[in-house]
């Protein structure tokens, strides 16, 4: 195993490929198959990102937490480190999202006006533009509105490149977007909270882990999970609370879409 954590590059990933073929493995890795389709949906179009990460976990130092915490559940750990890194990566990237939300509606919403004056559109294409590099806030206010954001983002670098800009389109597609905006408000999200939502929505099977425990003599959380994200982030007072409440309400809202019939 020590081989396996010194080695880097190709040889990591060759000797990565050896150890999830092996029988024994495969059996055992079957409860976490959709804790990693959750982690492949949530970097999906950020491959060469996930790969610089994947690389980088075989000389990083151990996670505090969450690498641990996965070990013990019987996970290699080669590959807890790696899911650690990611899942803290995606957590402190939700977190930034929830910060920048608020600017990016309000720049939506502006373009969305028509008579606006081309430096205001201007401004309003960077900022929009600089979120949809470093976040996926657009690409999920596009995916909500059923509508692809390839040509909205196509014309905010032609404004911004100072190339041929098909202005009304800009206003047009803004306005059919803006009545599927999320709402800005609310409460920040720390990285710690949306890290700790992430393993509860998707890690549930491994860890078993649906809730919190409360412990009355000692007047604090005293579930695994809790302390794990507790020591990742070096956050001895986090509470779950917000974490589940958020979690919940996205589950009721799921079962009260319509179903299939």
Known sequence: MQHMVEATGRTLIDQLIEYLARPDVVERMKPWQTACDGLLRAFSGFCEQTVAVILRA??????AGYEPFLVERNLNPVLARMISRLLVRRGRRRANERIRLPVVVGAIRFLGKPGRGRRAIHRKAEVLLAASEETSIIETIFDDANLRESEFIGLLKSVVEGGEVAWQRITE???????????????????????????????????GSQGYTWDPYREDFADHLT?????????????????HRRLSRWRAAIDRLPREA
């Open 173 to 207: 597609i803004a306005a059919l977007v803006v009545p599927h905006l999320p709402s800005p408000r609310g409460r920040r999200i720390t990285a710690a909270s949306a890290t700790h939502e992430f393993l509860l929505e998707e890690l549930i099977s491994v860890t």
């Open 58 to 63: 075989a000389e990083s130092p151990p996670s």
């Open 227 to 243: 302390q794990a994200t507790r020591r990742e982030f070096a956050c001895p007072r986090f509470s779950p609370q917000s974490a």
